[in-house]
């Protein structure tokens, strides 16, 4: 079945300039497609038309009726006042709607009406099915997995971050539970464990994704097709990124062997007209109008381009550095919270370090530690005398956003004229471009020129924070090269995992204010922490509050309530059954630690909704026994 239908779909802004040009392809029902694409492409144009945000100048976009869709990156108007909390039980407004309607019918069906005992079983009905009795469950385990605190649910929604609104508001979807999921950059705002939970998620999701994402490791994991977007229309690829970078290249190198080939051709052809035509008879010269006729076909193909690579390197000091960085007893703290105490560590020549941890546990505060922009509020920095740094900030901000591009280059940079304009030219700013204001440039844009300023400098420590961050697949590559031929240290924060299993040679966690030193690669240390949740003691349970039981409220005589009694223990006899599986699954995966993590967490879902029916099995027995004696 076909979930997305788009054909001959055509949009441009600017006239003769078509940002879509017949983009044509489908999406079936239960795919996982990343939609990729240089940027400007036109992928978030795309998604906002299937959203009906924007409307095509022509072309179809075709959604099977009753179809729920819904967009990540859109983020509604909420009224005035309303909390986290408001916003996140926005998903449930139809289930709640039906609540009311059932309270209403049910205060009216003591005379037994047969059409009223009717619609209420079938309101009954939906609502079980739309997960009506699992709201608090869905809405704690969405929760916890994308980190949103209980204090942080009492925010106001208006007063949040750009970020964690963006975070709110996938939470809210996930919720919506809808059929088709347009996930646009859904890893941007979160850190490593949300971005996990969240892959993980996509991945048991049994609608229809789309995704429009730069990070590789997020494709790799959660898509099985690729449609590209060039020059307005779709190019296919059959697998996740990985076999779409691989055969990408394959196809260019193919298309260019084809194209020097068709050359060679047309040389040939070209010399044989050109004698054709000076011995200048007419059966030669009918012949050679011929071949020229071949010639132009052969002339209509283009030669295949691929994106332009950056050709930069990091400046790097001819000298090592002595005792380049220590760090003894340091501590920090913001009012009442403590972001890290006693921290000691020592940073090493060539050592190449990634900063781990959630967002907000203070990793980009310890790096302005490090840089003397911030003030520790104990321990002692230490930096030896030849250290040469260089920082990537992942806020990037320029002193005269009004300059242009040439001018920041020739006052903040301190080039001149020729030095500012070949070294904008290797980051692909060329021509007019170099006299836009600052301020006009995009987020990736900025990192760019930020980069180009500082790539010159002669440095033997490199700090970057989100160095990734607002990049394309393309510039991401190019700054993952520079920092591979660069040999000094090397200290990073980085949510992008695959920058982190490509250079770290060295892990540093923040977590609950202590930083954890191992010393090994992504790969090593992944395994690591496996084997310490391995070792680690089961958590103690904690006591839980006693629920009141509530009766039913309908007050229609025993029938269905008696329904609803086998209706629970028909499925307590299935979950019976599925935890047998388990168990036998789980002897079967002995050896196999991810599998038994998955089945584990398959266990506690079943168990928790296990002990929901065994608790709504003993009131419906109660209630069952009170109006029969």
């Not at 009954?124 to 385990?141: N, P, S």
């Not at 925010?155 to 939470?171: C, M, P, V, Y």
């Not at 010639?295 to 994106?307: E, F, G, I, S």
Request: net charge negative.
């Amino acid at each position: 079945m076909i979930d997305i239908a788009v054909r001959d779909l055509v949009k441009e802004y600017e006239v003769g300039q078509p940002v879509l040009n017949g983009l044509t392809f489908q999406v079936d029902t239960g795919e996982r497609v990343g939609i990729l694409g240089r940027n400007g492409a036109g992928k978030t144009t795309l998604f906002r038309i299937l959203t009906g945000q924007e409307e095509a100048d022509s072309g179809q976009v075709i959604i099977p009726a009753g179809k729920r869709l819904g967009l990540i990156s859109q983020i509604p108007v909420y009224p005035a006042g309303y909390t986290v909390e408001d916003v996140l039980r926005t998903a449930f407004d139809d289930l709640k709607a039906m609540e009311q309607e059932m309270e209403a019918l049910s205060d009216q069906l003591a005379g037994g009406d047969a059409q009223l005992l009717a619609q209420y079983d079938r309101l009954q009905a939906a609502y079980e099915t739309g997960g009506g009795y699992e709201i608090e469950t869905r809405l704690e385990k969405i929760c916890s997995g994308l980190g949103i605190s209980k204090d942080f649910r009492a925010k106001d929604f208006a007063q949040l971050s750009g970020g964690e609104k963006t975070r709110i508001n996938l939470a809210r979807l996930i919720l919506v539970d809808t059929e088709i999921l347009l996930l646009d950059e859904p890893t941007n705002h979160l850190d490593l464990h949300a971005t996990e939970w969240l892959e993980d998620y996509v991945s048991h999701y049994k609608g229809t994704v789309l995704v429009i994402s730069h990070d590789r490791y997020f494709l790799d994991k959660t898509i099985s097709r690729v449609v590209e977007l060039k020059d307005g229309k779709a190019e296919f690829y059959s697998g996740n990124y990985s076999f779409y970078a691989v055969e990408k290249e394959k196809r260019y190198l193919e298309q260019l062997r084809q194209y020097k080939k068709e050359q060679a051709e047309l040389q040939r052809l070209s010399d044989t007209v050109r004698m054709m035509h000076e011995h200048n008879t007419e059966h030669l010269n009918k012949r050679a109008f011929s071949i020229e006729k071949r010639m132009a076909k052969l002339n209509q193909t283009a030669r295949p381009d691929r994106v332009k690579k950056l050709k930069a390197k990091f400046g790097q000091a001819e000298f090592h550095a002595d005792d380049l960085l220590s760090l003894r007893d340091l501590s920090k703290t913001f009012g009442e919270r403590t972001l890290f105490h006693d921290v000691t560590l020592r940073l090493e020549d060539g050592d190449r370090v990634a900063l781990l941890g959630d967002n907000g546990t203070g990793k980009s505060t310890l790096l302005k530690i490090i840089l003397g922009e911030e003030p520790q509020d104990g321990g002692v920095v230490k930096q030896g005398i030849t250290v040469k740094t260089g920082y990537l900030p992942q806020q990037i901000r320029f002193a005269h956003p009004e300059r242009s591009l040439y001018d920041t280059m020739i006052y903040d940079a301190g080039c001149d004229a020729q030095q500012a304009r070949d070294r904008l030219g290797r980051f692909l700013f060329q021509g007019e471009d170099v006299f836009k204001p600052v301020s006009v440039l995009s987020g990736g844009e900025q990192s760019r020129l930020r980069l180009c300023m500082l790539m010159d400098e002669k440095v033997n420590f490199l700090i970057l924070d989100e160095p990734t961050n607002h990049l394309d697949l393309d510039s991401r590559e190019w700054i993952e090269e520079a920092v591979e031929e660069y040999e000094g240290a090397l200290l990073f924060v980085s949510h992008d995992r695959y920058f982190i299993d490509r250079f770290a040679t060295r892990i540093w966690t923040l977590e609950n204010g202590v930083i954890t030193d191992f010393r090994g690669d992504y790969a090593a240390y992944q395994a690591w922490r496996e084997r310490q949740k391995q070792l680690a003691p089961p958590p103690k349970p904690q006591k839980e509050e006693k629920v009141k039981k509530e009766k039913p409220k309908r007050t229609g005589g025993t029938k269905q309530l008696k329904k609803d009694l086998a209706a629970a223990e028909k499925r307590m006899e299935k979950l019976d059954q599925l935890m047998e599986t388990l168990n036998a699954e789980k002897e079967a995966a002995a050896s196999d630690y991810q599998k038994l993590q998955e089945l584990a967490e398959q266990e506690a879902e079943y168990t928790a909704e296990y002990d929901a029916l065994m608790e709504k099995w003993e009131v419906l027995s109660e209630a069952i026994a009170a109006e029969e004696g």
